[in-house]
């Protein structure tokens, strides 16, 4: 947990956006939208979002939530959650037990790794399924329709890989 914390400050000091005008530098969720946030905008975070369930539109930074951590439309930094982590683009770090987004850029920990678009990364859990990767999955079982990198895993399976599916390593460069 130390280290968490640790690469949150670090991201927070490397990220020159934490400054930034009217977004909110530090939002508390208990659930959902019901947050308070120091400024006063809870959809927009240039700092550290944390919470037991988080909603948030923009995560400039870190977000940290027991349960479910969600953002809207851009998460940038890192996002950890015990259970859940949703976002429609991360680029960063998603870490949970089911970890799910439209685009990532990053790695993805998690049990289940969900992606409907593109990975530029690394998604590393149980299951990882992405629509093309550019990078690596590794896990137990392996899913991509377009890969650009290897597949490590009891089953990887990827329709332009060397083969259709491959026990072990597939993949193509």
């Known amino acids: 947990m130390k280290k968490v914390v640790l690469l ?10 934490f400054a930034a005008g009217n977004a909110g530098v530090f939002k508390l969720s208990l659930w959902d939208k019901l947050a308070i946030a120091a400024p006063a905008n809870k959809d927009v975070v240039h700092g550290i979002d944390f919470g ?5 539109d923009e995560v400039y930074g870190v977000q940290l939530d027991l349960v479910m951590a969600q953002t809207r439309y851009e998460l940038r930094g890192l996002s950890s959650a015990w259970l859940i982590s949703l976002a429609e683009e991360v680029t960063g770090v998603q870490w949970a037990a089911l970890t799910k987004n439209t685009q990532m850029t990053g790695a993805q920990f998690g049990l289940v790794n969900l992606s409907s678009r593109h990975v530029t990364g690394a998604q590393v859990g149980f299951f990882n399924q992405a629509e093309d990767i550019n990078g690596l999955q590794f896990g137990f079982v392996n899913y ?3 890969i650009y990198g290897l597949q490590v895993g009891i089953l990887n399976i990827a329709e332009n890989g060397w083969f259709p599916a491959m026990v072990l390593v597939n993949g193509r460069f």
Request: aromatic share 0%; charged share 5%; glycine share 6%.
């Open 8 to 17: 949150a400050l670090c991201l927070l000091a490397a990220n020159a956006s």
């Open 144 to 146: 991509a329709k377009q």
């Open 52 to 56: 037991i369930g988080s909603h948030t």
